[in-house]
């Protein structure tokens, strides 16, 4: 660890979320107030291979805050998974005098930064930027809560064709292998069902389900799906065997898909990425290595990269008991 940091590199990495930009900014704006260089890293670790730096200051993120995506732009880079690319990196980290970098993304650019840093005692500090929410070591990840927005939204035009049709849709949304974003935007869109991979509910009981829903008087229906459900081999799989069962349903479905990455960011994750990007380039200064910057019950924590890549994210129980309630 250097005496003082007097210098630190930030790239965003991995798929892009809202909040990214507003990171972005609260680590340039932080380096600043602290009289410490910040270096932009372009398209990730590929860009930290190249070379791609670029030095920034307060006004380099003037009206950014509001923006979706990310102006460092994003890339996988394949060539940082090798111990080849990671020593060019680092003589290129060296070379602009970098002491240390922020990296903003999920749990694959954490891995890398992890690596990296245990191959070369670098300081590296996370801030978890992904719509998923599948981040161990936080309550809330840059991009979740504009995601589950965007998602109501889509939603509930959906259901105004349903309504007008007496349709039923199959609404697939993101999520990876956890069903934190189909399990809010279900009940905060008033789904009549709601499929997660964290909870079985099998083909039968959905029957079961959309049939109560007639029998009580509803002529359309709302399913949400998250994309890593286990229930049908996909969702148009799921369309097919309702079509086949039930034949007084006119089924339809909506992917959603990168729409849910996109767009304004919310007021809730523009003051989260504020306050991750202050307490990740303060950590630092204070000597802290190898963490991911996380806020659990509303305080800022750093939980070790390890964990917050190795642990698992826990679907909300007392949400799923609300979501049955709500469906009844």
Same mark, same amino acid.
């Given at each position: 660890?250097?005496?003082?940091?007097?210098?630190?590199?930030?790239?965003?990495?991995?798929?892009?979320?809202?909040?990214? +930009?507003?990171?972005?900014?609260?680590?340039?704006?932080?380096?600043? #107030?602290?009289?410490?260089?910040?270096?932009?890293?372009?398209?990730?670790?590929?860009? @930290?291979?190249?070379?791609?730096?670029?030095?920034? +200051?307060?006004?380099?993120?003037?009206?950014?805050?509001?923006?979706?995506?990310?102006?460092?732009?994003?890339?996988?880079?394949?060539?940082?998974?090798?111990?080849?690319?990671?020593?060019?990196?680092? %003589?290129?980290?060296?070379?602009?005098?970098?002491?240390?970098?922020?990296?903003?993304?999920?749990?694959?650019?954490?891995?890398?930064?992890?690596?990296?840093?245990?191959?070369y005692s670098?300081?590296? @500090?996370?801030?978890?930027?992904?719509?998923?929410?599948?981040?161990?070591?936080?309550?809330?990840?840059?991009?979740?809560?504009?995601?589950?927005?965007?998602?109501?939204?889509?939603?509930?035009?959906?259901?105004?064709?349903?309504?007008?049709?007496?349709?039923?849709?199959?609404?697939?949304?993101?999520?990876? %292998?956890?069903?934190?974003?189909?399990?809010?935007?279900?009940?905060?869109?008033?789904?009549?069902?709601?499929?997660?991979?964290?909870?079985?509910?099998?083909?039968?009981?959905?029957?079961?389900?959309?049939?109560?829903?007639?029998?009580?008087?509803?002529?359309?229906?709302?399913?949400?799906?998250?994309?890593?459900?286990?229930?049908?081999? +996909?969702?148009?799989?799921?369309?097919?065997?309702?079509?086949?069962?039930?034949?007084?349903?006119?089924?339809?479905?909506?992917?959603?898909?990168?729409?849910?990455?996109?767009?304004?960011?919310?007021?809730?994750?523009?003051?989260?990425?504020?306050?991750?990007?202050?307490?990740?380039?303060?950590s630092i200064?204070?000597?802290?290595?190898? #963490?991911?910057?996380?806020?659990?019950?509303?305080?800022?924590?750093?939980?070790?990269?390890?964990?917050?890549?190795?642990?698992?994210?826990?679907?909300d129980v007392?949400?799923?008991?609300?979501?049955?309630?709500?469906?009844?």
């Amino acid at each position: 660890m250097p005496d003082r940091i007097k210098k630190i590199g930030v790239l965003t990495s991995g798929g892009d979320s809202p909040g990214m +930009n507003a990171a972005l900014r609260s680590v340039v704006r932080t380096c600043a #107030y602290h009289n410490i260089i910040c270096v932009g890293i372009y398209r990730g670790y590929q860009g @930290m291979i190249e070379g791609d730096f670029k030095e920034m +200051n307060a006004r380099s993120v003037n009206n950014i805050i509001n923006k979706g995506g990310t102006i460092l732009k994003s890339a996988r880079s394949t060539e940082f998974r090798t111990r080849e690319g990671r020593e060019k990196a680092y %003589d290129n980290l060296k070379a602009e005098g970098i002491d240390a970098f922020v990296v903003i993304g999920g749990d694959g650019s954490f891995t890398g930064a992890m690596i990296f840093s245990e191959e070369y005692s670098f300081p590296v @500090m996370g801030i978890p930027g992904t719509i998923d929410n599948d981040i161990f070591g936080t309550n809330f990840t840059l991009g979740f809560d504009t995601a589950l927005n965007t998602v109501v939204d889509a939603i509930d035009k959906i259901r105004d064709t349903a309504s007008s049709h007496n349709r039923l849709f199959f609404v697939e949304v993101m999520g990876r %292998d956890v069903g934190h974003i189909a399990l809010n935007a279900g009940v905060g869109a008033g789904a009549e069902e709601i499929l997660i991979p964290e909870e079985d509910l099998g083909l039968e009981r959905l029957l079961d389900s959309l049939k109560r829903s007639k029998r009580s008087g509803k002529s359309s229906s709302i399913v949400v799906v998250a994309e890593g459900d286990k229930i049908g081999k +996909n969702v148009f799989e799921l369309k097919e065997y309702v079509e086949e069962n039930l034949l007084d349903y006119d089924v339809r479905v909506s992917v959603l898909g990168h729409m849910q990455r996109g767009g304004t960011p919310s007021c809730f994750d523009r003051v989260l990425a504020s306050r991750m990007g202050v307490k990740a380039v303060e950590s630092i200064i204070e000597g802290s290595t190898n #963490y991911m910057v996380g806020v659990i019950d509303d305080k800022m924590v750093l939980t070790p990269l390890e964990k917050a890549i190795k642990g698992h994210t826990k679907i909300d129980v007392e949400l799923l008991r609300v979501s049955d309630i709500m469906t009844t």
